[in-house]
């Protein structure tokens, strides 16, 4: 890793210890503060950088699958959705990705940076991917060409998307392939998917998504790969969201995970957010009994594991 990316085990331990975990207010004199909260406190009214109100999603016999939920993504933060398998966290990313699956109804409104998605065409759609929301899902190949080299498919996103040549659209794809700390990125730039291990292509994916400065969503990223590389991949998307003043929307089933990460904290079960605040809350003064149990859990894996990464 880098020098400057903070390592999981480092930071979780020092967390363990002082019962606290970064982005909380006991760390505010320590951390980076996002411009948008010190406006935010100096009362300047902003855009959410994702705001859903109601979202109700059915399947085709009327079978709820995610109920009235409402969430706000403020700018430059991280929200986390924790839930478990099942509890409707990935059709709510999908939602706002215009990516939902044919047969499934939905209701409510999505929007992004003030705009109502609601009515948007296909056409419409691929204006904003990329550019005005990017994703990282768990598995590379969800969201890279099999055929096509890196450098290629990197530098098509940029010139679909801005007046650039291809020389500079691919300028600036290298450099990005540097800051996801890649190695070597003349060569990284042509190879393809398959030449590449499960953990640079998760980091081409983080270069993709962040590539444009949009808001990102992030859907489990790091749950196939192994838990080292899972731990430096994790640091390393923590630590751009918070130098490139970006705001996430981080799925994960992992507390621990949501814990490190989150500004704000969603909790899902079985298709609704039963509670969500700051992280701090939820984690330190849980108010629903699922939410208690999820925080016991927490505290007993850092307690057996000396907080030592992911998947401890
Ligand atoms: N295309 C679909 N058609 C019908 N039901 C679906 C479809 N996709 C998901 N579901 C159902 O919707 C519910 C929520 O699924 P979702 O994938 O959002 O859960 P999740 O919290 O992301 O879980 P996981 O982490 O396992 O992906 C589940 O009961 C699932 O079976």
Known sequence: MGGNVVGWEKLFASCAMDGVFPGHDDFSDRLFIPDCWRKA??????????????????NANGQSLVHNSSFCLKPGETY??????????????KAILGMLPAGLQMSGDI???????KSLSQKDWRKIRGRQVGVIFQHPEQALHPALPIGRQLGDLMLSHLPV??????????????????KDTAHVMK??????SGGMNQRVMIAMALLLKPEVIADEPTSALDVTTQAEVISLLHHLILELNMSMLFITHDVLLASYLADTIGVMRDGEIIEQGSAKRILGQPEHEYTKQLC????????SKGGAGPNA
């Open 80 to 93: 986390c959705l924790l839930g478990e398998s099942g509890s409707g966290k990935t059709l709510t990313s």
């Open 111 to 117: 929007l992004l940076r003030g705009q109502n998605l």
């Open 191 to 196: 190879s393809y998917p398959h030449e590449l």
């Open 296 to 303: 016991r859990y927490r505290s007993q894996r850092l307690l």
């Open 165 to 182: 040549s291809r020389h500079e659209a691919e300028q600036q794809a290298e450099k990005m392939l540097s800051q996801v700390l890649l």
């Open 41 to 58: 406190q100096e009362g300047e009214i902003m855009d959410a950088a994702v705001e859903i109100k109601h979202l109700n999603i059915r």
